[in-house]
């Protein structure tokens, strides 16, 4: 990319690049020669009728993304007979990039333009009598992603053949858990540590008499060296975790009942009750260390950022793991922990739906894959603008003030349940942002924020609650209800910019510090909603916060 100097007096030449049956072709608006460290790429064909937007919602998920719709001149074929020998456009890849141009002087090589969009043509129209031969119209749509992969391999299954000795009642074809971060340890309201068994364990072997009990608690090497586990019977022990490998070579967790005072099948017990000896179930709380280890990091898998990028490498999809691994930085100060154990669910259906809806962004499809939209002017408790703009000729209103919400999408109390327990399957600490809570206790706390209190004396009291499966820890509870509250307490105002070609640096959520003297704004905080090329400028969408305690107004 480039910086705002650098775009003076520049103005963005278009280049599309498409692969037409195994052989490549180049357009751009005007022909162009690009250096590439070995030669030139050329230009020679032409591109017209170009059109391309992009926008974000800041939260939320769209992978359909955006589209372009152009109009494309191929000098040395002709178009309409290349059709009729089997060779069509439609689902041939194209990529839409672009460079700077001075005084009719690219400002970049070829591998410096800046790749805007990637995808497979669509709807082509072609064989017009008033066009040359080479004509054909049509637009360039996301590849659909494929997302059936399942996030748990088909054959980590508790069997006769991965173990011959597993107890066939309690642990038969149940799936090897993943575990992720460290559950089971959540804080209450006054700091202390509240114990909850968590994650299941599954009988692997079973010795009657002499010889050893086992129970696998991940099928994966953990952190953790230590783990308290709990029967039905409420008998609980601290146990020292061992590893291993099954029958197909998969590492696994485990510990060893043996000798402990858990009840298990195959133990021998005397004169206990039916409710002792019906022990089907064990839960673990993860004492000393947490589950998985990172793949891209220390420790263990625990923030945000690096559980999405991990789930969704375990997709199989196409990803930017450069905006992930940059989000990362930000998106792992939210820490989840949990398991899974359904052999059924693809890794985007689980991260699509216990981890992603409880963090500051927007995930969508861009050039290099799925990557992230951060909404930074939600998420951080202390907003830092990169740029500071004032609106002049070079950036000048174009349209209205725009509501974007009405008061029923709004929120300004969110209670988060979370603490998920393993026994009784329910959430056990509460965590709320909003005014009015009343029930405060060691498990459940609330707090009120600016954003809260003031929306609702202005819109009235409007309250959500939601389950957190995959959080324990307490202040990521409340990080998650007060960026949902502060992205929903107050409707978004959006408006129309047209912009020099200097500020084509601004990307989708960039935070600037914006004045419009026409509009009573000085130095409010404004996030760039939607980004869209109208020959001879940028046309922007800024969004500001219609909230009282955030617009400085002029006088």
């Known amino acids: 990319m480039f910086t705002p100097t650098e775009a003076q007096g520049t103005a963005p030449l278009f280049l599309l690049e498409i692969d037409y049956h195994g052989e490549l072709y180049r357009f751009a608006e005007q022909a162009i020669n690009l250096a590439d460290g070995t030669g030139y790429k050329n230009y020679n064909n032409i591109l017209r009728d170009f059109s391309y937007s992009e926008s974000t919602a800041l939260i939320g998920i769209d992978i359909e993304g955006n589209s372009v719709s152009c109009a494309v001149i191929f000098d040395s074929i002709n178009i309409v007979q290349q059709w009729r020998k089997g060779f069509t456009l439609e689902g041939q890849v194209a990529e839409l990039s672009y460079v700077l141009l001075r005084d009719g002087i690219p400002q970049q090589d070829y591998e410096d333009r800046v790749l805007v969009y990637k995808g497979l043509i669509q709807g082509p129209v072609f064989g017009d009598p008033l066009e040359p031969i080479g004509f054909a119209s049509f637009s360039i749509e996301r590849k659909p992603y494929d997302f059936s992969r399942t996030i748990l391999k088909p054959q980590d299954v508790i069997s006769a053949l991965t173990f011959t000795k597993h107890d066939d009642e309690t642990a038969g074809g149940k799936p090897y858990p993943i575990v992720i971060g460290q559950p089971g340890r959540p804080k209450d309201a006054n700091g202390l540590v509240r114990t909850k068994y968590c994650t299941p364990c599954y009988m692997i072997e079973k010795n009657s008499g002499s010889g050893d009990n086992l129970f696998m608690i991940a099928g994966h090497a953990v952190q953790a060296t230590q783990v308290q586990v709990r029967d039905e019977a409420k008998n609980n022990v601290t146990l ?74 375990l997709s199989g999809v196409e990803v930017d793991y450069g905006a992930w691994g940059n989000a990362a930085v930000f998106l792992n100060g939210f820490i989840f922990a949990g398991y899974i154990n359904d052999a059924t669910i693809t890794a985007w259906e689980w991260v699509s739906s216990q981890i992603i809806p409880f963090l ?41 003030l725009e509501t974007l919400q009405d008061t029923t999408e709004l929120l300004n109390s969110v209670t988060i349940r979370y603490a998920k327990n393993g026994f009784d399957q329910d959430m056990s600490m509460l965590a709320g942002i909003g005014p009015n809570f009343t029930d405060y206790s060691y498990t459940a706390e609330y707090r009120d924020d600016i954003y809260s209190s003031t929306a609702a004396n202005r819109y009235g009291l409007l309250e959500l609650t939601i389950d957190a499966e995959f959080i324990y820890d307490r202040e990521t509870a409340f990080y998650v209800a007060h960026t949902m509250v502060k992205s929903k307490a107050f409707p978004m105002i959006q408006i129309n910019y047209n912009a020099d070609n200097k500020f084509g640096y601004l990307h989708l959520g960039d935070i600037i510090q914006f004045t419009d003297s026409n509009l009573y704004f000085e130095d409010v905080i404004a996030t760039v909603l939607g980004k869209e090329w109208q020959e001879p400028f940028w046309r922007y969408i800024i969004g500001i916060e219609n909230a009282a305690i955030l617009l400085a107004r002029s006088t």
């Not at 020292?240 to 485990?254: C, I, K, M, R, T």
């Not at 969508?364 to 939209?373: D, E, H, L, Q, S």
Request: aromatic share 14%; proline share 5%.
């Open 360 to 400: 500051p962004v927007e995930v969508t499809a861009g050039v290099k894959g799925i990557r992230p939209i951060l909404a930074l002017v939600y998420a951080s408790r202390y907003v830092k603008p990169a740029n500071r703009i004032s609106s002049n000729s070079d950036f000048l209103q174009a349209g209205p």
């Open 240 to 313: 020292n975790v061992l590893s291993a490998v099954d029958y197909n070579g998969q590492a696994y967790s485990y510990v060893n009942f043996t000798g402990s005072a858990l009840v298990y099948p195959g133990k021998t017990l005397f004169g206990n009750s039916d409710e002792v000896t019906n022990v089907k179930e064990w839960w673990v709380s993860w004492y000393n260390g947490g589950g998985m280890l990172n793949p891209f990091g220390d420790g263990m898998l625990k923030g945000g950022g690096d559980i999405c990028r991990w789930a969704l490498l």
